[in-house]
Each structure stands twice: as structure tokens, then as C-alpha cells.
């Protein structure tokens, strides 16, 4: 793309991707320098992005796979807008994840939808969240981590909300199933049990 006198870049349709910019200046003797740029463009992310760990890449349940179709959440939770619904139906994903700010994950039922952190954790945190998040509707289970192993919330106030979750069988030094760190949840309607830890087996608040 060629930008000189006359053409300016708002009158430009541009396709997605990445396009090699020209870009001259003028004095009123005519051109007097130019510099050339990569100018990528990439689509707005969606409001609401469907996982499904059947999904493939040839079969996304009707949505586009790798923009709002994906077969693991963390790659879900990345792809969607703030604020914006992470839809995660019925399966076992093993995976850890981090929550973002204005995003809701939906599981489909804590009886049917499980995050396993096999061995490694925490499964679930929120780091320095300002805007509310949501997770609800999971199995939150087999997490190893010394500041809770099945959910961790650091420096995120008021912002999350824990709902109709099951945490189970998570292990940690502080708080098995959920630590706090200057956080102050909303916990509706969730059960901790069988977690282990040296102080707080299910919740550890500092």
C-alpha cells in the first residue's frame, strides 16, 4: 500500500492480515522523506466464544474454530472481549487457567464439566482483576500449589464470583481448595471437599 499526497489511510480498504505501508511526507517542494511500516490488521475479538473439548478443526459445532470455537478454555478465555461469556459445555479438560477481567466461563454443570490440573496448579486463578469475573458451573479438581492448589485469587478485591462450583481433591501449603491474597470472593452455592493442605484445607484467607 502506497500512502502519498491524495491518499489518505481512512480512504483505504484494508483486507485482514499484515500489508507492508509506504508512507511519504510532503513539503511544498514536493516529497521529502519516507518510511515504510507492517501494518497487521486483525478482526475485533467476540463477545461470546463457544469450547468444547469435541470440537476439531473441521468440526466446530457450527461456530469458526480458533475465533469463537476452541477445544480447551484457556484458549477461550484469551479469544473473548471484555466483558464477554465463555461457554464450556459438558467434558474433562485437563488444563490450568487464568480468569480475565470482565469474563464469565459457564461450565454446563459441575456433574458434568471437570478442570483437572493434573498434579500442577493452581487449576483456577485471578491475578490483579479490577473488573467483575465470573467461573461457575464446574468440577474443580486435582491441583497442586503452595497458595491453593484448586484456586488461587491474588489482588482481585471484590471482583470474582465462585457459583455452583465443586472443589475437591486440590492440595496446597496454604488453602487445598481456594487461597485469598487481598481478595474478598463472592461464593455461591459451591462444595469443598477432600482437599488437603498444612493450613486451611479448603480456604485459606491472608
Avoid at 476439531?56 to 466483558?83: C, K
Wanted: with cysteine; aromatic share 10%.
Amino acid at each position: 500500500v502506497y500512502l502519498g499526497k491524495g491518499n489518505p489511510l481512512n480512504n483505504i480498504a484494508l483486507a485482514m492480515g499484515d500489508h507492508e505501508i509506504t508512507a511519504v511526507a510532503y513539503d511544498t517542494y514536493g516529497a521529502c522523506g519516507s518510511d515504510t511500516m507492517t501494518l497487521t490488521i486483525i478482526p475485533s475479538l467476540p463477545t461470546e466464544v463457544w469450547v468444547d473439548d469435541d470440537y476439531t478443526p473441521s468440526d466446530p459445532g457450527g461456530h469458526t474454530w480458533g475465533v469463537d470455537a476452541f477445544d480447551n478454555i484457556r484458549d477461550g478465555i484469551s479469544a473473548v472481549a471484555s466483558p464477554g461469556v465463555v461457554h464450556v459445555a459438558e467434558g474433562y479438560y485437563v488444563e490450568t487457567i487464568s480468569l480475565k477481567d470482565g469474563v464469565q466461563v459457564l461450565g454446563a454443570g459441575s456433574a458434568v464439566t471437570v478442570i483437572d490440573g493434573n498434579g500442577s496448579g493452581p487449576v483456577v486463578e485471578a491475578r490483579w482483576l479490577t473488573a467483575p469475573a465470573r467461573i461457575a458451573g464446574f468440577t474443580i479438581t486435582s491441583g497442586s500449589y503452595i497458595w491453593g492448589g484448586g484456586i488461587h485469587l491474588h489482588n482481585s478485591g471484590a471482583a470474582v464470583t465462585i457459583s455452583n462450583c465443586e472443589i475437591k481433591e486440590n492440595s496446597g501449603t496454604y488453602g487445598g481448595g481456594l487461597y485469598c491474597n487481598n481478595s474478598i470472593p463472592e461464593i455461591i452455592n459451591c462444595f469443598f471437599w477432600n482437599n488437603a493442605a498444612w493450613d486451611g484445607a479448603a480456604l485459606f484467607f491472608h
